[in-house]
């Protein structure tokens, strides 16, 4: 074949790849209103991260709150903080491209140490992972000995080396049950922390930290729908009291996630939580009638397929999660505690 022939027929074949990529993220993205030019312009650069991460032997581990062309562009495992914290011990591949905060992917270093665990963005924090320090728990410590610690997964790594066990929304009820004293400190999530105490009937001490976010879900903003017997509402418990008390349900992500395997179709179905997690759940869910929240975490949203592209093709210091082994070591007794859970 003359070189011109050959050159031809490589870019007709690139260009069909092009159709059939943009192809596939419409069928998705459509569902969330998405135009086929969009999609067209993202199949370049979501191509080019898939054939990358194969070549490099890297997995792409996304949280439920990143953006919709992430999580059904370029992820491999998309989950909650609990599922996503076991899913990454199982991976295989050497090298794990966590999309999400920081504090997550420090969870993903706790527990595999032995993996390069890679950040699109780096210094992607959380209102509740900076609310707190490790020194903060030692005074706390000395304040009430004897106390059991559990500290929320959105901690840095220093926090649940000081604690007890570690939690997320989704397991923190049957974890603060399990504990044989009455009275807990819960840090650094305030609402969670007095949510669990009305749910599980302990004496919870808290701190004064807030999930900006959930904190915003005003019983004002959504009076209509709480009030409204047609409509199923399942706050997140980093919500406050008043909506968590004046919701159908409660939990985590993971829990609205598989409550929604057997929700009925007939009536609207409200998640009080980030609004990044009831796109994912629209265009896995299509027959059913899901109600937008509107709640963006500004965080969370940080991460785009460029830094993504970036991070894969040429990573820079600030893109690898390190961690001082002392506090890994610690850190990783509280998580560990809590994947029982
Ligand atoms: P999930 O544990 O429900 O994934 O929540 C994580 C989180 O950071 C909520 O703001």
Not at 195 to 212: D, M, S
């Amino acid at each position: 074949m003359l070189i011109a022939e050959k050159a031809t027929s490589q870019q007709q074949c690139f260009s069909e790849k092009l159709r059939q990529e943009s192809d596939r993220l419409y069928s998705k993205l459509s569902l969330l209103g998405w135009s086929k030019q969009v999609c067209e312009k993202l199949a370049p650069i979501t191509l080019k991260i898939n054939k990358l991460k194969k070549e490099k032997g890297v997995k792409i581990l996304a949280h439920s709150y990143q953006t919709a062309d992430i999580l059904f562009g370029v992820a491999d495992i998309v989950g909650d903080s609990l599922g996503l914290s076991k899913k990454a011990t199982e991976v295989e591949e050497n090298t794990i491209l966590f999309t999400g905060v920081d504090f997550m992917a420090e969870t993903v270093k706790i527990l595999s140490p032995q993996k390069t665990v890679l950040v699109p963005t780096r210094g992607v924090g959380c209102t509740l992972a900076d609310s707190i320090t490790g020194e903060n728990v030692k005074k706390l410590k000395l304040e009430y000995p004897g106390v059991p610690i559990v500290c929320y997964v959105n901690t840095t790594a220093d926090v649940k080396a000081e604690s007890d066990i570690c939690c997320t929304s989704t397991n923190a009820k049957k974890i603060i049950e399990s504990l044989e004293s009455d009275t807990i400190i819960y840090l650094p999530d305030k609402n969670m922390g007095e949510n669990l105490a009305r749910i599980t009937g302990k004496k919870v001490i808290t701190w004064e930290g807030y999930c900006r976010t959930h904190h915003a879900i005003s019983p004002r903003k959504f009076e209509q729908e709480l009030n409204d017997n047609e409509v199923i509402s399942f706050s997140h418990l980093e919500c406050r009291p008043e909506i968590v008390k004046s919701s159908t349900k409660t939990g985590g992500t993971g829990d609205m996630h598989r409550f929604l395997n057997e929700a009925p179709s007939s009536k609207k179905i409200l998640f009080l939580t980030e609004q990044g997690f009831i796109d994912r759940m629209k265009v896995e869910y299509p027959h059913l009638n899901l109600v937008d929240s509107n709640m963006i975490c500004p965080n969370m949203k940080e991460n785009d397929l460029v830094s993504i592209l970036q991070a894969l093709e040429n990573p820079k210091e600030e893109n690898y999660i390190t961690l001082d082994e002392n506090i890994r070591r610690r850190a990783h007794k509280a998580v560990i505690r809590m994947l029982k859970y």
